[in-house]
């Protein structure tokens, strides 16, 4: 990944002015004094999972358990910035998996949702990562992820479409393999 470093005169705060030049703003006015350094922090927040380590997130909450039934954990929520526009998407994100002598503290699975969510994404690949990362840590015999999302690239400009949702879904092992597993998933999280 090329990472060009900003020197101390382009800083996300001075671009953020400038911006504010280009559209016509006067980035000195009382409203938009502290604006670039709110965006500069905001695109910070917004973007942290870029330096979130995945293994800290987990932190050991992996466990030997003898269940070999579907755990769910549905309604996750999402939000993600488009890597396109750099605008907002926001969901549900709905995560499966069959344990295969392992399972994780529930906690962890919306955790490992915001590690990817909260970066420059496409949903489609947000569905995969969340997908592989599950299957990296648990091994199970099968792992199914859906996000249904809107995104506001499509709502706010181009189409305006304010009522489309986009729906991914990604299926691994026995998800994948056995359609009778995909929709009991599927029918769990109607």
């Known amino acids: 990944m090329n990472k060009k470093t900003a020197t101390p005169s382009e800083t996300i705060s001075s671009m953020v002015e400038n911006i504010l ?97 909260r970066r420059l994404q496409v949903q489609e690949r947000l569905t995969t990562q969340i997908a592989s990362a599950i299957e990296k840590y648990l091994e199970p015999k099968g792992v199914g992820v859906v996000v249904e999302a809107y995104h506001l690239c499509m709502m706010m400009r181009g189409v305006q479409k304010q009522n489309s949702s986009t729906i991914t879904s990604c299926m691994l092992g026995r998800f994948k393999s056995d359609s009778k597993t995909r929709s009991e998933f599927l029918d769990f999280i109607k």
Do not use: W
């Open 21 to 117: 030049v280009e559209l016509g703003e006067d980035p000195t006015r009382e409203g938009l004094k502290r604006t670039p350094e709110r965006v500069d922090a905001s695109l910070k927040f917004l973007t942290r999972g870029y330096h979130l380590d995945i293994d800290k997130i987990i932190n050991g909450a992996v466990f030997d358990a003898e269940y070999d039934e579907m755990v769910i954990v549905k309604d996750i929520e999402v939000y993600s910035l488009c890597e396109h526009h750099m605008l907002p998407f926001y969901g549900k994100c709905h995560i499966a998996y069959l344990p295969q002598a392992k399972i994780i503290g529930l906690s962890k699975m919306p955790r490992i949702v915001d590690v990817f969510a």
